[in-house]
């Protein structure tokens, strides 16, 4: 039975490309009571509504996360929440610097307040491999976060609402990822990369989607999930896309990486291979050390993008790109 069947369900940020495809999927094999996708774009939601049809389980709620009293309306009854809202394009959040922790770091709160306050059972928060040691204003505002949905557990106090992360890499074919600008540009004959050594983790919409569920149900509460995914490499993306372009370096942009971090050393000391995917633990008097019976990493271990063991080749690369 999956955690669910017959809840009532909010997913923040729902006509993202991540609420999208939830949605899709929640209403096919979960059979959840209700859905509510809650966002702040009107149009939308309209287009999201003519593309799923009449479901008498499915609602629109307009809202912005940083609207605490809209929150607290939005949860009522709901048992269920997945945190998807944020701003996330790099550069713009370099610019607009406060406008990004308004949605990312007191949208997190108040998403906490208001499941706490409304009774929510459980709520997941989705986190970006940006977050792991940050070094631009997303991933920074992504680790405070975390910080507050995985602090929230004690903060809860008597209330039963439990709350976890799961964290992943880039999404294929997610809006303002690399491949739909290389499409564009594929036909030029060049196409622009920032470093011939860049690596990246990737993941597929529904693998994301599918972790998510998952974690929903063996959650305990202020766990950091961690799937295990592969890695590419930047010029072989380059290769399935375009394989004749020519690849022109134009170093790397602020705040990015040349590999991407999921797992850091320091966290290593308090995290469980859990066979196919990692738990970050938090290190607080509230966490039960028997919640999960996996072995610890290694020692000095850290999960990046560039040391990983499992990696997609150009072929694999292609037929992602094509299932998109």
Not at 60 to 71: A, I, Q, W
């Amino acid at each position: 039975m999956s955690v669910l069947s017959g809840k009532s369900v909010l997913i923040t940020g729902g006509t993202g490309s991540f609420g999208r495809r939830f949605t899709r999927t929640v209403l096919e094999e979960h059979d959840p009571a209700r859905l509510v996708i809650l966002s702040r774009d009107e149009l939308k939601q309209f287009e999201m509504s003519q593309e799923f049809g009449v479901d008498a389980r499915l609602r629109f709620f307009l809202g912005d996360v940083r609207d605490r009293d809209r929150l607290w309306r939005a949860f009522d009854g709901v048992q269920v929440v997945v945190h998807a809202a944020a701003l996330k394009q790099v550069p713009a959040a370099e610019y607009n610097p406060f406008e990004v922790i308004k949605t990312n770091v007191q949208g997190a709160q108040n998403v906490i307040d208001a499941a706490i306050d409304r009774g929510v059972e459980r709520v997941i928060a989705l986190s970006t491999d940006k977050a792991s040691s940050p070094i631009n204003l997303y991933g920074a505002s992504k680790l405070l976060s975390d910080k507050l949905f995985i602090a929230a557990n004690a903060y809860a106090g008597r209330h039963e609402t439990r709350l976890s992360v799961v964290r992943y890499g880039n999404v294929v074919g997610s809006r303002g990822s690399v491949i739909p600008s290389f499409q564009r540009l594929a036909s030029s004959g060049s196409l622009p990369i920032t470093d011939r050594r860049m690596t990246r983790f990737w993941i597929t919409l529904d693998r994301g989607v599918q972790f998510v569920n998952e974690m929903l149900s063996a959650m305990h509460g202020g766990e950091l999930f961690v799937p295990k995914i592969p890695s590419m490499k930047i010029v072989d993306l380059a290769a399935a896309i375009a394989p004749n372009a020519r690849l022109e370096e134009v170093g790397i942009r602020p705040g990015e990486k040349l590999h991407e971090e999921m797992i850091g050393s320091d966290d290593a000391r308090r995290t469980l291979d859990a066979g196919q995917h990692y738990v970050v633990c938090p290190e607080a008097d509230w966490w039960n050390p028997s919640a999960w019976t996996a072995p610890s990493v290694p020692e000095g271990f850290r999960y990046t993008s560039d040391s990983n063991d499992s990696w997609l080749s150009v072929e694999e690369l292609r037929g992602l790109i094509e299932l998109r």
